[in-house]
């Protein structure tokens, strides 16, 4: 019997981590169909943004509330998770409780430690659903969420709700089976939380308590293993890619714009052409200024847009969206997923991008959007995980204004203001210095 | 006030202590030119030697830039750059924050580094040496003041406490928005929005930010941009408040006071 459980155990695992791995390489291969871009340098500072912004959530604490509740979620998560390591070798030996033993009287206050994190996932679970649903929270409750979004945020916290219930009562029905002296069920001291509910199960034969507890360990490592291949295709994989993504966020100041050294080069070849590095001897093939499609843009806007979790805080600080815009830095975030995992379908079927006819400007990304936007980089300074929608928002409209001509008729009298007369307004550049002798 | 072009300390071989860079609300805009007036009093009464660069001033692209127009920004930069260059400057200070931002920010990967200080940096400075003494008991002491952070000073370049200490010295009461400092909330003229007309919408982005400042019950919303001080102005008319509530930059400020 044990060794049935503990091949398929094997099994399990081997399958669960090779999905995961194959879904994780393709993710991977997505964001690379990014445009290159070198963020290797000042190693120093990427990890003391990775240490702060990603393992310390710096700036969730900005909004109390949510960053407690959220800081008991992910504590439990990342630190239970070291349970796993145990559950994963007794499953994988055929073992029960393998570390109890070598750590004595430290292994009951770690899994006690365990009981007490879980207690708080499940309450802050809760919260969290309570905050969604309930009370609507207006950033949590907005029109992009509807459908998937909305469905994949519940599914989450239902899912880690159901995980740690597996996991105290497991450790209930054990505590129990230790007091029986059942075989196997190696005594411990009592653990913290569920050494108090034995109760719940007095009067049950050690046979059902062996049923329940072990039924509550498959279930719980087989959910364990169900959630790990549900991340990549949820906004929850932002557990992993916030990492990442702090890491190689923008150093530079947050007012700079990325110069465009194509188009620097291009102006001094007009001015100076003596001056101007020599074009290159093959012409390269066309590409776009600025972006039309997820590939025109930096891997790490696609990096960004993978790490979303649509907690909406850009978009609740965004001044266009705060009076009735249609801008949504978040849904930039979320369209540019959503174009970018099409696009990998895509490849997926062709075994390379065969044209859709379909892009992210227009066909996922309005017009009207990008042009709501007012560079305040609010949403840039929000974003707990680094992301920059404003990057995404740029480059797109430098698409529409220099690939398409595509501007507002008021720009273009201001381009030709500029042009003309050297400044936005129809005035004379005589009459610069005219407010001298006003 | 005898104000001196660059040009002309160039004939005689001198060179100023800083390069004032108007900007064109600056130079144009006549609710802007005030500013600009202002902080001309302030350089000339505390006797610093600048120089504007008059005709040979040119937008520095940033509307355009932000706007998805690179080409028409290097065209302008490579313009201003060659000028400033050509002169020599090292040294400007310019009393608008998207001015600054692309000094301090983007000139320089195009090849032009400068040092850059905004307005209200400057003033503080000036204060702290004890160039300019605020007159005790001057236009503002005892008044309500809230002050509106620019995204591309605050945000863009992490300057929120220089234009703070400056009103702190007239001795006020200084009131906060609720959003302020990183949580400031744009007036609604950046990314090129000051040239064309909102996207359809709820409200103005303008009348809501004037909204928050009114609700601190201040009197004078300081601002340190021409375009904030354009948006709030126009935000504060819309509610009917322009006979009791003014938008001041701090400049104006300052040269009330001195």
């Known amino acids: ?438 | 006030m005898m104000i001196k072009n660059m040009s002309e300390y160039a004939a005689s071989g001198e060179m100023p202590e800083v390069l004032f860079w108007v900007g064109c609300a600056g130079s144009f805009d006549q609710r802007a030119q005030k500013i600009t007036r202002a902080f001309t009093q302030i350089l000339d009464k505390v006797g610093i030697k600048f120089a504007i660069l008059g005709k040979e001033e040119m937008c520095t692209g940033d509307p355009a830039r932000r706007a998805g127009n690179e080409f028409l920004f290097q065209m302008m930069a490579y313009n201003n750059i060659h000028t400033l260059n050509g002169y020599g400057i090292k040294k400007v200070v310019t009393i608008c924050p998207h001015c600054f931002n692309i000094f301090k920010n983007e000139y320089p990967a195009l090849g032009g580094n400068y040092e850059v200080m905004h307005h209200t940096t400057f003033l503080q400075q000036l204060i702290n040496d004890g160039r300019v003494k605020l007159k005790d008991g001057g236009a503002f002491k005892g008044k309500k003041i809230t002050y509106h952070d620019s995204c591309y000073l605050g945000r863009g370049n992490n300057i929120y406490e220089a234009p703070r200490e400056v009103l702190q010295a007239f001795d006020t009461e200084l009131i906060e928005m609720k959003r302020c400092r990183s949580n400031g909330m744009c007036c609604g003229a950046g990314g090129a929005q000051m040239f064309k007309e909102e996207e359809a919408g709820a409200t103005r982005i303008n009348f809501d930010r004037a909204e928050q400042a009114l609700e601190t019950g201040a009197t004078i919303i300081a601002a340190n941009c021409p375009f904030c001080t354009t948006m709030l102005t126009d935000g504060v008319k819309n509610k009917e408040k322009e006979d009791t509530v003014k938008v001041m930059d701090i400049a104006e400020m300052v040269a009330m006071s001195m």
């Open chain 1, 1 to 438: 019997m044990h060794l049935v459980q503990q091949i398929l155990f094997i099994i399990l695992a081997a399958a669960a981590i090779y999905i995961f791995a194959k879904k994780v390489r393709e993710m991977r291969r997505n964001i690379l169909l990014g445009r290159d871009e070198d963020l290797n340098d000042n190693k120093g500072q990427r990890w003391k943004n990775m240490i702060l912004l990603a393992l310390g959530q710096k700036k969730m604490f900005k909004r109390p509330v949510p960053a407690i509740l959220h800081l008991f979620v992910y504590a439990g998560f990342v630190i239970i998770n070291a349970e796993i390591l145990e559950i994963f070798l007794d499953g994988t030996l055929g073992m029960h409780r393998l570390f109890a033993p070598m750590l004595g009287g430290l292994y009951a206050f770690l899994i006690g430690f365990f009981e007490i994190l879980a207690a708080l996932v499940l309450i802050g679970c809760a919260i969290f659903l309570v905050r969604r649903n309930v009370l609507k929270v207006k950033r949590l409750n907005m029109k992009e969420l509807n459908g998937w979004p909305r469905e994949d945020a519940n599914l989450i916290l239902i899912t880690e709700i159901i995980l740690m219930a597996l996991f105290l009562t497991m450790n209930t029905a054990d505590q129990s089976l230790q007091k029986l002296g059942a075989e196997h069920y190696t005594p411990t001291c009592p653990f913290w939380i569920t050494s108090n509910f034995t109760g719940m199960f007095a009067g049950l034969s050690a046979g059902t308590l062996v049923a329940i507890e072990r039924s509550c360990w498959w279930l719980h490592i087989i959910g364990v293993f169900a959630f790990l291949n549900y991340l990549p295709y949820s906004k929850h994989f932002h557990i992993l890619l916030a990492f990442p993504n702090a890491y190689y966020s923008k150093l530079m100041p947050q007012g700079e714009v990325k110069n465009m050294p194509e188009i620097q080069n291009e102006v001094l070849y007009m001015m100076e052409p003596d001056k101007a590095p020599p074009a290159p001897a093959e012409p390269a093939e066309h590409k776009n200024f600025g972006a039309k499609d997820v590939t025109d843009l930096s891997w790490k806007n696609l990096l960004d847009a993978y790490s979303c979790t649509e907690c909406g805080r850009c978009t609740s600080v965004c001044p266009a969206n705060l009076t009735g815009k249609k801008l949504s830095p978040r849904k930039i975030m979320m369209d540019t997923r959503d174009r970018l995992e099409e696009v990998g379908k895509n490849i997926n079927a062709n075994k390379e991008f065969k044209p859709d006819g379909k892009q992210l400007i227009n066909d996922y990304i309005t017009v009207e959007e990008l042009r709501a936007c007012t560079t305040c980089q609010a949403c840039v300074e929000e974003c707990p995980v680094m992301i920059d929608p404003l990057s995404i928002i740029m480059q797109l409209r430098r698409s529409l204004v220099m690939d398409d001509s595509n501007a507002p008729q008021e720009w273009n009298l201001m381009f030709g203001n500029i042009e003309n007369n050297m400044a936005p307004w129809k005035f004379s550049p005589d009459d610069r210095d005219a407010w001298v002798n006003g």
